[in-house]
């Protein structure tokens, strides 16, 4: 009794209807593959190409022939070629709709993955201005190699100054002293 699930009152049962059960070895997606390839392939030149070469030679033969050979003779207007051809459409329909919403879900999705890529690159970029607009901020407060020259060269021109007035002042105690020494 351990193998069997236990049966709940209080919740609902799994319907499962035996008729309108995928088959196993089918899935959804191999399903949608095919009927892709068939799509993709309802749409090429081959196709239109061959499907013409059919209707021409379908055509001829039950109308050139004897009676005797025809298998949809044209007196019926052409009963069985109509049929095949009203099927083969009723099929191609819901295949090429199949196949579109197959390739809406792959652009959505795609869509979807471009937008969060925009997004981020957008943030990226946003942050990459702010990192630029930080550093030239940072630049400015900084001394350049034109004003740090100038400066230098103020503090030269100021030392020189202060030099001379040293040498000046140096040189006047010694002729005082030589003013003082003769009376």
Do not use: C, H
């Amino acid at each position: 009794m351990a193998d069997r699930p236990t049966v709940r009152i209080d919740q609902p049962r799994e319907v499962r209807q035996r008729f309108f059960r995928r088959p196993s070895s089918m899935s959804s997606e191999a399903f949608g593959v095919i009927s892709e390839k068939f799509a993709r392939f309802m749409g090429t030149p081959r196709f239109l190409i061959w499907m013409t070469i059919f209707v021409v030679v379908w055509l001829s033969w039950n109308t050139f022939l004897p009676a005797e050979a025809q298998f949809d003779p044209r007196s019926l207007n052409y009963t069985l070629l109509t049929l095949m051809l009203s099927l083969q459409a009723s099929y191609a329909a819901p295949l090429i709709l199949l196949a579109q919403n197959r390739q809406d879900d792959r652009d959505r999705v795609a869509l979807e993955q471009d937008r969060v890529q925009a997004e981020r690159a957008l943030a990226d970029t946003e942050f990459l201005t702010r990192e630029v607009a930080a550093l030239r901020i940072a630049l400015r407060d900084t001394a350049t190699r034109d004003f740090l020259r100038s400066e230098l060269r103020q503090l030269m021109e100021d030392l020189e100054e202060r030099g001379l007035e040293v040498r000046a002042r140096e040189e006047e105690p010694a002729a005082d002293q030589g003013d003082r020494a003769v009376p």
